[in-house]
């Protein structure tokens, strides 16, 4: 998962600081690296660091990178290295001129795309997907124009792929036809954002537009606004995690508040897995919606089981062996006084390995709960993701290899209910053709070699 | 505010780790810098610097820290000037050997005792109170043992002091003798844990003991534990805002669980001021526990009206004039579809200057709100506070010079309303002479100069 | 102006070492930024950064560069913009595999092949000419070996290129046929060093072999040293600013060494240029050599009038302007008990811009000269280098519009005289065909737009 | 050794500049730290950092140093422990205002003083001997006037002590009465310049006016320079190493030019210990000067041995085992046509522990030389030095427990000599009853517990 943003603005100085806000609003979505691209007093320029956008880029740094076309990029570290190359967005320079990219994805037949190209003598900087896509791009834009040369990029990437460019003068943003990631437009008083959550929208202060369509490019070139209809499905693929974890609440993402879909997923999870209980709480902070909706469908009291540590970054270190057991303990901690002799519902949005619900139904338990309840707003994750979420493999998901009575078992809870497939779609209310569910099915979108398609 | 740290632990190599993992959890008490100090092979080390916990340690520097004995401090900066030379533990030579003091408190009368010492012909090389305790000490133990020594130290002190030291071999922990600030001992396999809340001995893994009592010294050597009367005072003075703001929700403090004290708020605030409306909400994350009561005691449904961006720190930066306005916008967001069309009841825990609230009381309108009602968890703020809590002057004070209906107006709510003091010693429970209330009453629990006395 | 590094050794964590040792001793050929590439357990790893050798590399950093392959390079700044982008060895990802690539030269045809790569639809990232070179390497590798991708690689480069280059596990070195740039190569008792001069050699107790001729290669495969003509030109072009003032004395290039040379050079400017004088100086450090053999030669005796400041470094700031005046009082002193009253003559390598000599030659008068008398150990510049060494452009050289008369009254010296071109081809001791004199004859030794060329 | 410098200056934004300057000259006295204090608008403020002065301070770090009056420091640290906190100025607040003290030498009396300050009770921060200075001064000026108080002052301190210092708006400057280390003063156009040497008197562009006196004092008040007289003694003690080494060979100290002291020995080291060969050349850098010295004595060829690598730094590291023995060679190499099949004198300043010198001689050896003869310019080291430089104990210096033949023997040259005591006297032209000589004879010039006194 990525964040990416698009800014046009009249006023020069304004727009880094537009894209700073937007890409700070979405810091949840990557904290590995951040970057800007902008189209400055004579070619694009770029500045990019490892790290949190506030820790990135300074007062100075910001007002260096003036223009009235910006893009913006936050990585969230798929792999394990994390290399300053690999920061984007990725700045090319070409026949056509100079090209920046943002990716939010994930291309399935990228190493197909990068063997081919390698054939013909090319050479790769980065190990990142959007190295692909620069090249191709620059390749279709020596003949053709820029919508013709973005259709024919389209016609040869499988995966997901929502993109903010920068074409020396020209601001281009596209999402996949089938939709995986968010993107969205809105109005400010000097121009236009985009960005992969409303959220950032909000955040500088304009007014939502609406979600760009899948298939759909937004065009930006001396100021005029183009909408391009480049590729069309039927079918959509709508990433189901965005609504059960990854975005941020607030965002309102393909017409559908995150904030409600969440409210909703704990309001059925109470009526699918009822329990008898005294206190609701969630596993924070991505319990929280659905354990409100979950303690007011039920009539248990809502009240927190756990508090967490506000300051935990990524940068924290566990050094001694013996200090091991207590890394849960350092990012939360059980309010005895709410959980003491108490029956506790916890509610959670997932479970991917299993080890940290272990560790946190240990803690409530040994912080004297009389017994300890677990509901998860979602099905059981069964199969890996293709394009851009990382949840490990096959064998590292509990879910895969375990029944639910098995996995109750590894992580010591009194019971332990999942939500329906049927009760997650009719949280978010969108036909299921609409959505992405392959981690929860098995069944992919599109073809992956290896992984059965979903028609 | 800050928080401070004693760690006595046989295990020499764990003894650091301890410490870190106590400062990491006090770390909402002060982000400015954060040093530990240890009983080294020799003699007394330290190590400090500026920011954050996670940012000051490595591993390897706390590898370097080896020992049985070590303190550590985060430090709250409650002046403008941002300086290495202020980071605490403060670690002096002298006659008696080496001492280290880590201060949580603020001495009324420090300059006085300054100009005194000046007047001898010594010298500071710090702005810091903490360093005229060291020099006292110093002085006190030339001719005297360390009960004694403190004994003296104590009656010259004017103001809250807790207090975790070093003095060679020997470790001490002490509590002014009205209680000003917290400070508690815990029980680990190999040792001790003191510090300044009881979630810092629960991520360690210790066993909670019990609170130090105020005027009570605890005094460790060669692995004895020792506790020992120092002063005794029959009135205390708990700072209330520990309770009300500061301190973690989890901890324990002097007997009186925070979250159920913060809940007990919401339920009065209820009683006392109820609201026909649609939604209670807090305003994150001070709000969020005494807004769970507020809603449980008055039937009114719990939707979070604003989602708060977590990855908010110090180092944020306010570039453009034209950018300011969305200052709060970047910290908050609202969400609009909880709050469309609705009757909102806001809850926060207090109000400083206001300003801040103006800006989220319009935010949540602007969402579509139909009314904002405010409630307040605590009486209003009249007076400032001289005992190590950075509330402003009087003029900033927004209470201090307004009505509640002027206060009301100028933040654009529909309804105002704080908690009473009575209600809000109902919720800690316990006699008002066991608390600090300055900052509510305008009456001090020791003599200020130009300000009133409790009696 | 760069200095390269390969480096063959058995013992796979020495490898970096000598690597790191060899570029510590060719600093002076570059301080912008320093890099190394080694061939790892599976693939070609780097690691570059801004600065001096021993500020990019720490022991960590260098222990984790292990196996037996490696190169290293030291960039010395061309142009203005400084940017880690264009550190190298450059390495990239091809059909052939890894591909490591470090330049000490300049293609004088880079636009022109990078347009035609660019018509492609190639992508560049870097604004350096060897991002060309690995492009067109990796596309000859698609159908060739090794021998035959390097002589279709010569065959389209004009200019300067003195290469160190890993292909997967193979280490090439390669030198242009006029041979612009140095190179040689040492043997060690694991291995071998190849490097730009032979000092770095020397530094890490190699054994010194020879130099690597111009259209040479040294292919080091499993451990297998292998010479191989690649292409072949009669005339040469060996820089001749290498021995004027680029090299380290204590290397020995192209089989003269560089010490003798600059002494050679003082001796012959003595004997065209003599002057009654009572002490002869260096302007410190370069132009000490030849100071000496001027000495020698004239037998005035040897006074050093001006001492140099060890510490001044590329970071050094100018703040006010009154204080630029100082800008060379701060780089060096006059020693006034040598100069005061005295006839002094000035032994310096070169002028460029004349700027600074006239800023020494008023230091010295200032501190009580009678007389300064300058004399340059080279022929006047008059045209700009193409091949990598950064001189301006002829408005910017003194001496391409100003006559000797006029350039003495410029810098306020009692007489300046320059060695003649004859003489300066008898202190070097080689026919004119092998070196390059385009600075100091306008006349280049291969096509360049624009320029005459040699014959 | 460190260096001290002081600033008097109408301009208060040149100011800065102009200590930043005379640090920068002056940082062969020390690398490990550099700091500045300056009498700001209200109070007197500093800036200290660790490295160099070029590391230390950026432009705008200067700019925010303004006043009339300022101090500095560049500290050479003689303990193994490298710390921020005993970097100077150091800056103390008393009773007296704000006081800076910035300290070159060191008091043989140090933990005599601070035991007593101890034993009031009184608390230190630093190891450093400044503090117990401060202290002092800040005692003594609760009822004197500076001049008194500075007069009390030296009558209780024992050892070296040159000082800049800063007492609210008025700035000192003070040089033992013996007259250890070097201070002086020169004249700018818009105030005073006083450092301990006179380049950096030259560096500022200043005018040099005369060395501070032994037992003299400099005070400057509302622009008024005064001299006083604070102590005096017929018997001075200026450090002979200073003119053997330490000082810069452009600086003229108490009178007599480094340079032509260093080249006096040159000539008399010729003329005391002959010998038969080629080329005499300097041990970088040294020797240098005392080598031109013997070369134009003897007659003998003056040609360059070894060229010495400008890059060498701090910082640098021997990481394997096998690498160490290359670590001279990483510093300096031989110029093998220089050296092959000569007789070769290397002349060097002085001897400490003898491992340098054996692997020059060797270095030598292996480049061809048929012998290596070592000329030392100065008698040989046979004790400590208590008053601030680093000369390790008397174990650790090898003339100290060897005969000259012994020393040959253990460093591996054909022959080895050093300059007579009366040499060395004759070469620096002064009464040997001005220098301190403790390190040559081990007698010395004040009273040092377990060592003989001069008389």
Chains 1, 2, 3, 4 share one sequence.
């Not at 016609?155 to 939709?179: E, F």
């Not at 902070?285 to 303690?295: H, M, Q, V």
């Not at 508090?307 to 091991?324: A, D, H, L, W």
């Not at 049927?422 to 036909?431: C, R, S, W």
Request: charged share 25%; with cysteine.
């Amino acid at each position: 998962m990525c964040g990416i943003v698009g800014v046009y603005c009249e006023n020069e100085s304004l727009t880094p600081h537009i894209t700073y806000y937007s890409l700070f609003s979405l810091q949840h979505r990557g904290q590995e690296s951040a970057g800007i691209a902008v189209v400055g007093e004579e070619e694009v320029e770029s500045y990019k660091g490892m790290g949190l956008v506030t820790h990135v880029f300074d007062r100075k740094t910001l007002e260096g990178l003036k223009g009235r076309l910006s893009i913006g990029h936050v990585r969230y570290s798929t792999t394990g290295t994390s290399r300053i190359e690999n920061a984007q967005p990725l700045l090319v320079k070409s026949r056509a001129g100079s090209i920046a990219v943002a990716h939010n994805g994930n291309l399935v037949n990228y190493w197909q795309l990068r063997r081919k190209l390698e054939g013909e003598g090319r050479t790769f900087l980065t190990d990142s997907d959007t190295e692909v896509i620069a090249q191709i791009l620059a390749t279709n834009l020596l003949e053709k124009d820029i919508v013709e040369a973005l259709k024919e990029l389209d016609s040869c990437l499988v995966g997901s792929y929502s993109l903010t460019m920068l074409v020396n003068n020209t601001l281009i943003a596209y999402r996949d036809p089938l939709g995986f990631k968010p993107l969205c437009i809105g109005k400010t008083d000097y121009g236009y954002v985009i960005a992969s959550e409303s959220c950032a929208i909000d955040a500088t202060g304009a007014r939502f537009m609406r979600d760009i369509k899948p298939g759909e490019a937004v065009i930006i070139r001396e100021g005029e606004l183009e909408f391009v209809k480049i590729n069309e499905s039927k079918r959509k693929a709508f990433c189901v995690f965005e609504y059960i974890y990854f975005a941020r609440a607030d965002s309102i993402i393909d017409g559908r508040s995150v904030y409600s879909v969440r409210h909703n997923i704990g309001r059925i999870l109470a009526r699918e897995s009822p329990v008898n209980a005294d206190i609701v709480s969630p596993v924070p902070d991505s319990g929280t919606t659905s354990s409100i909706g979950f303690a007011q469908e039920s009539g248990i009291q809502y009240l927190e089981a756990l508090i967490k540590n506000r300051y935990v970054g990524r940068t924290f270190i566990m050094p001694e062996q013996s200090m091991r057991e207590f890394s849960v303990r350092i990012k939360m901690n059980a309010v005895k006084s709410n959980v003491e002799g108490k029956r506790v519902v916890l509610v959670d949005d997932s479970i991917v390995r299993g080890t940290t619900s272990r560790k946190i139904v240990d803690m409530v338990r040994a912080a004297g709960a009389k017994e300890v309840h677990l509901r998860i707003g979602s099905p059981p994750i069964i199969a890996p993701c293709y394009f851009g979420i990382d949840m490990s493999t096959r064998e590292e998901l509990i879910a895969s290899g375990k029944s639910i009575e098995e996995i109750r078992k590894t992580i010591n809870a009194d019971s332990l209910a999942y939500l329906s497939l049927k009760g997650l779609l009719d949280a978010i209310g969108v036909d299921k053709r609409m959505l992405c569910l392959a981690c929860l099915t098995g069944l992919y979108p599109l073809s992956v070699p290896g992984e059965k398609c979903v028609e």
